[in-house]
């Protein structure tokens, strides 16, 4: 297997209705003065056109409001973006790959995308590595690679994308902390003490509605994301013959399902969670009907605040909990999937694309696409943006996330609608996180046998892992059903790709 070094993201993206965002022609801020026009200063006033195909994660943007018109002012650029809900996206570019009819940049989704990583193989976008060279003519995207992103983006030793960069705190456990005050119960800080916690609130029942104790889906949705390193399936773990085991088909993967058959058994999950879908699962923690939900960081407010409408006392903070092998904190790569450049794209317009994202990585743009201007979407209130109404109301994901491209380690923590008080409250838990938390092995090491067998194996795996918690077959029959798959022989020399993947990486990390 060729040297492949990749960041597995299983990031959904793009696409159904166009917009465009008709830039205007000054430039401000820290936008270079040839944004979009390498070698055709002559035409210096054209907005550079660009069609792209992303994600949408809230409501369709509206690209006419005040933030977007000052976002024409800092670029020369017209957007004309394809979005389509994030959850159907994947189908959506396998379509695009399919037909070649893609627009000019795409955001990528995981490597282990079969479909996906073949289109790169193929030659369906372009290879960034000559242009970029050394990043001297792009200092800006040097920073990042000085973070070593781009260490996990390479295909074959190439690079073909530029990441969107991500803080590595991410995910975590979010309670209802005043329902925890009310009782009298500390904040829990074992996995014993989380269960006991959830006990005495479903008992409590503080609406009268009869809460959920941990609200998840699918095949426990967040709530595993979470608990897994607790567990140490993110610890490299070997077969007999050396080959580094995937973390869904270790013991200790087995020993995280008992854990929550145990959840299960107790009535502390809902009980139809494994046809549960993502929304159904966020609303019950949204609306007063759960104690606990596996999420990500900066939602602590976000449920503090659509709580509040209910009980304006509540409370939603994320737990620290210590499992029997480590922390319940899943750290992530630096990066999110990023923008690969269809090849069909001129290399000259390659260019002016390029210049585009080298001017928006900056610590000043990041700023200004997550809390917009200040003075119309946000005050400074004790060294912290304060979001307006208006702010709170245009400054949404759609806002930044096509050009995420400079490191900021707070950037999943804070929350831009949160008082000051209490984003600084939130940096203060997660302080320590990087130390204590645990990053997926398997997020950036990748086997091609693997990829091609998995999908075989998905959806049975899942129906045991659901049969296993709810009592259907014994943890015993799930753990023998997990060495009867590392038993298979392409299952082994899956293992043995992974682990070849585990020393090219470290023997290249930097290079």
Same mark, same amino acid.
């Given at each position: 297997?060729?040297?492949?070094?990749?960041?597995?993201?299983? @990031?959904?993206?793009?696409?159904?209705?166009?917009?465009?965002?008709?830039?205007?022609?000054?430039?401000?801020?820290?936008?270079?003065?040839?944004?979009?026009?390498?070698?055709?200063?002559?035409?210096?006033?054209?907005?550079?056109?660009?069609?792209?195909? !992303?994600?949408?994660?809230? *409501?369709?943007?509206?690209?006419?409001?005040?933030? !977007?018109?000052?976002?024409?002012?800092?670029?020369?650029?017209?957007?004309?973006?394809?979005?389509?809900?994030?959850?159907?996206?994947?189908?959506?570019?396998?379509?695009?790959?399919?037909?070649?009819?893609?627009?000019?940049?795409?955001?990528?989704?995981?490597?282990?995308?079969?479909?996906?990583?073949?289109?790169? *193989?193929?030659?369906?976008? !372009?290879?960034?590595?000559?242009?970029?060279?050394?990043?001297?003519?792009?200092?800006?995207?040097?920073?990042?690679?000085?973070?070593?992103?781009?260490?996990?983006?390479?295909?074959?030793?190439?690079?073909?994308?530029?990441?969107?960069?991500? /803080?590595?705190?991410?995910?975590?456990?979010?309670?209802?902390?005043?329902?925890?005050?009310?009782?009298? #119960?500390?904040?829990?800080?074992?996995?014993?003490?989380?269960?006991?916690?959830?006990?005495?609130?479903?008992?409590?029942?503080?609406? $009268?509605?009869?809460? #959920?104790?941990? %609200? %998840?889906? $699918?095949?426990?949705?967040?709530?595993?994301?979470?608990?897994?390193?607790?567990?140490?399936?993110?610890?490299?773990?070997?077969?007999?013959?050396?080959?580094?085991?995937?973390?869904?088909?270790?013991?200790?993967?087995?020993?995280?399902?008992?854990?929550?058959?145990?959840?299960?058994?107790?009535?502390?999950?809902?009980?139809?969670? /494994?046809?549960?879908?993502?929304?159904?699962?966020?609303?019950?923690?949204?609306?007063?009907?759960?104690?606990?939900?596996?999420?990500?960081?900066?939602?602590?407010?976000?449920?503090?605040?659509?709580?509040?409408?209910?009980?304006?006392?509540?409370?939603?903070?994320? @737990?620290?909990?210590?499992?029997?092998?480590?922390?319940?904190?899943?750290?992530?790569?630096?990066?999110?999937?990023?923008?690969?450049?269809?090849?069909?794209?001129?290399? *000259?317009?390659?260019?002016?694309?390029?210049?585009?994202?080298?001017?928006?990585?900056?610590?000043?743009?990041?700023?200004?696409?997550?809390? $917009?201007?200040?003075?119309?979407?946000?005050?400074?209130?004790?060294?912290?943006?304060?979001?307006?109404?208006?702010?709170?109301?245009?400054?949404?994901? /759609?806002?930044?996330?096509?050009?995420?491209?400079?490191?900021?380690?707070?950037?999943?923590?804070?929350?831009?609608?949160?008082?000051?008080?209490?984003?600084? *409250?939130?940096?203060?838990?997660?302080?320590?996180?990087?130390?204590?938390?645990?990053?997926?092995?398997?997020?950036?090491?990748?086997?091609?046998?693997?990829?091609?067998? !998995?999908?075989?194996?998905?959806?049975?795996?899942?129906?045991?892992?659901?049969?296993?918690?709810?009592?259907?077959?014994?943890?015993?029959?799930?753990?023998?059903?997990?060495?009867?798959?590392?038993?298979?022989?392409?299952?082994?020399? @899956?293992?043995?790709?992974?682990?070849?993947?585990?020393?090219?990486?470290?023997?290249?990390? $930097?290079?």
């Amino acid at each position: 297997m060729s040297v492949k070094r990749n960041k597995i993201v299983s @990031a959904l993206l793009p696409l159904g209705l166009s917009i465009s965002l008709l830039a205007a022609c000054s430039q401000e801020g820290s936008a270079p003065a040839a944004i979009g026009n390498t070698n055709q200063k002559d035409k210096k006033d054209e907005p550079l056109k660009i069609s792209m195909a !992303w994600g949408l994660y809230n *409501e369709l943007p509206d690209m006419n409001n005040s933030f !977007w018109k000052e976002f024409k002012k800092k670029t020369n650029v017209d957007l004309d973006i394809q979005w389509i809900p994030s959850a159907n996206y994947q189908q959506k570019l396998e379509l695009m790959l399919a037909t070649g009819d893609i627009p000019e940049v795409v955001l990528g989704v995981g490597y282990n995308v079969p479909t996906f990583y073949k289109a790169i *193989e193929n030659g369906m976008f !372009w290879d960034l590595t000559p242009f970029l060279g050394d990043f001297s003519k792009y200092p800006n995207l040097k920073k990042n690679k000085e973070t070593g992103v781009f260490d996990y983006n390479r295909v074959n030793g190439k690079i073909y994308t530029l990441p969107r960069m991500r /803080s590595q705190v991410h995910s975590s456990l979010l309670m209802r902390k005043d329902w925890l005050d009310n009782l009298k #119960i500390p904040m829990p800080t074992t996995l014993d003490e989380y269960k006991a916690a959830l006990q005495t609130i479903v008992k409590a029942n503080p609406t $009268g509605q009869n809460p #959920i104790g941990l %609200t %998840t889906h $699918g095949v426990l949705g967040g709530a595993r994301d979470v608990f897994m390193p607790g567990f140490g399936v993110y610890d490299p773990t070997y077969d007999k013959d050396g080959g580094l085991i995937r973390g869904l088909l270790t013991p200790q993967y087995a020993d995280m399902v008992e854990w929550f058959r145990g959840l299960y058994a107790d009535g502390l999950l809902p009980k139809e969670f /494994s046809t549960m879908k993502e929304p159904q699962s966020l609303d019950l923690i949204g609306s007063g009907k759960a104690a606990s939900l596996g999420y990500v960081v900066r939602a602590d407010w976000q449920y503090t605040e659509s709580n509040r409408k209910i009980d304006p006392n509540a409370l939603v903070r994320s @737990a620290v909990l210590k499992g029997p092998k480590g922390y319940a904190i899943n750290l992530r790569s630096n990066f999110a999937p990023g923008m690969f450049i269809s090849k069909k794209v001129p290399e *000259e317009k390659l260019k002016r694309i390029l210049d585009f994202y080298e001017s928006t990585a900056t610590a000043e743009f990041l700023k200004f696409g997550e809390y $917009g201007v200040e003075g119309i979407h946000y005050t400074m209130v004790n060294g912290y943006p304060k979001m307006t109404e208006l702010g709170s109301k245009e400054m949404v994901i /759609s806002s930044y996330d096509p050009w995420v491209l400079t490191y900021d380690p707070g950037f999943k923590i804070r929350n831009v609608n949160a008082p000051p008080e209490f984003n600084k *409250e939130t940096e203060s838990l997660v302080k320590d996180w990087t130390e204590k938390g645990k990053l997926d092995p398997f997020s950036y090491l990748i086997s091609d046998t693997f990829n091609d067998i !998995w999908p075989k194996y998905q959806d049975e795996f899942d129906t045991k892992t659901v049969q296993a918690i709810i009592g259907k077959i014994s943890t015993n029959d799930f753990r023998a059903y997990q060495e009867q798959l590392r038993n298979l022989p392409e299952m082994k020399k @899956a293992f043995q790709e992974f682990t070849k993947s585990e020393k090219e990486f470290a023997a290249n990390k $930097g290079k």
